[in-house]
């Protein structure tokens, strides 16, 4: 089964559930959503743009109605305006200025977005949905100006029609783009980049709650991301990979000796489930021990998660593992679970305690722990090398990914 057959295997598991259940669900999450994004405060914290062009693609897959998801996504863009404005006539000017320092708004930032308002309103409201905090706060000091109401709903009309349209036609086409060029591109690279354009889209709404180093997660999540997409698409499609593969599956018994069998049967062991579930209560109790409750949620998450995300993939790719190996094993081959665990519980154990121990020291270790581990799986022939380096970027982009979303809801909570 290839990429383009797992994915339609997707799209067709959807329709399985009844159409109108389908829609009801997610068009009630698309109107309440798009409803919150525009209220003072909420909006800042509630972006829907990534979920408006996602039901884009549902659309163009016939999940849901086009015409109706575009209505939907104006009348909560337009109910959530209407909501902001009136709030922001009851609370006032003063709500904003007793808070700008915690919303981040600077005295500039307010003085532009006010002369902007009284002069263009529809420019106003248009430019306002761009971004998390202007999407919320040019209806709030419309109220708060005592705005004309009919003019601000005029003006609601015609730039909520207009961005409701963008996102979900932008998501219906995007779903065609991905299927026309997904078989010159290649659709794991294709796919690669669509989510990594949400997730920096996703770190540059939140930015101002990440430090200049965080970007080194971005960089990494993508990579991984791109690592792992690249390897499921040569998989399934039989790419250059799957030769390789094959080749180094019946070559490796060539330098089997019975001390290094053995050593490599240790090794991998150590990444085994018992031994593994061990480490981890080991680590989070002391964690715990040391009051240190959200590194230990962060590692729970990253590892745990890690774990998921890799029997989920196996279950749907279905891949069979090499004949002739050197100890038995169950389960499918693609990622290597292996792989992915060893990965995530070295590279959340480095971003938890690269500042209380030596840096360099803890990284080559950090680094050396997955590739070995990964090594013993491919030389007792339980995996393929694609399975591994999979597992390797599966790894990778999950722990960052979870280290972003930490950091940002503990930065939200300072």
Not at 311 to 335: A, C, D, M, Q, T
Request: glycine share 6%.
């Amino acid at each position: 089964m290839n990429l383009h057959q797992l994915i339609e295997q997707f799209f067709n598991y959807m329709s399985v559930f009844p159409k109108d259940t389908v829609n009801l669900i997610l068009l009630s999450v698309l109107f309440v959503g798009s409803i919150i994004e525009s209220l003072p405060v909420l909006g800042m914290f509630f972006p829907m743009e990534t979920y408006t062009v996602i039901l884009g693609i549902f659309a163009y897959k016939g999940i849901v109605d086009l015409k109706i998801a575009i209505l939907t996504a104006f009348l909560g863009l337009l109910i959530g305006d209407i909501i902001g404005f009136y709030l922001g006539r009851k609370l006032g000017e003063e709500y904003i200025k007793s808070h700008a320092k915690k919303l981040k708004i600077t005295p500039q930032k307010y003085n532009k977005i006010k002369f902007l308002i009284n002069d263009n309103l529809i420019k106003a409201l248009f430019i306002g949905r761009t971004t998390s905090i202007t999407r919320w706060i040019v209806p709030f000091l419309a109220g708060a100006n005592k705005a004309n109401f009919k003019k601000f709903v005029l003006a609601n009309i015609l730039t909520g029609v207009f961005w409701a349209s963008v996102f979900i036609l932008g998501g219906y086409f995007l779903g065609d783009i991905f299927e026309i060029y997904g078989k010159y591109f290649g659709l794991g690279v294709l796919a690669a980049t669509i989510i990594a354009y949400f997730i920096y889209k996703f770190y540059k709404h939140y930015q101002k709650f990440f430090q200049k180093e965080d970007t080194k997660l971005l960089i990494l999540n993508i990579f991984g991301l791109y690592l792992f997409f690249k390897m499921l698409e040569d998989v399934t499609d039989l790419e250059l990979i799957t030769k390789w593969d094959f080749y180094i599956s019946s070559h490796i018994h060539e330098i089997y000796n019975p001390l290094l069998n053995k050593i490599m049967i240790f090794i991998t062991s150590l990444d085994n489930p018992l031994e593994v579930t061990m480490i981890i209560i080991l680590i989070v109790l002391f964690l715990i021990f040391k009051k240190l409750y959200y590194k230990a949620l962060f590692f729970i998450s990253s590892v745990s998660g890690a774990a998921v995300l890799f029997e989920i993939i196996k279950n749907i790719v279905k891949r069979p593992r090499p004949p002739h190996y050197l100890i038995e094993v169950g389960g499918y081959s693609f990622p290597s679970g292996h792989a992915t665990l060893s990965t995530a519980l070295a590279f959340s154990l480095y971003l938890i305690f690269k500042d209380k121990v030596n840096k360099k020291i803890l990284l080559i270790l950090c680094i050396i722990y997955p590739l070995l581990i990964s090594f013993t799986r491919v030389y007792l022939n339980v995996h393929y090398l694609s399975d591994v380096i999979a597992g390797i970027g599966l790894g990778l982009f999950w722990v960052s990914l979870m280290a972003m979303v930490f950091k940002l809801v503990m930065n939200k909570l300072k």
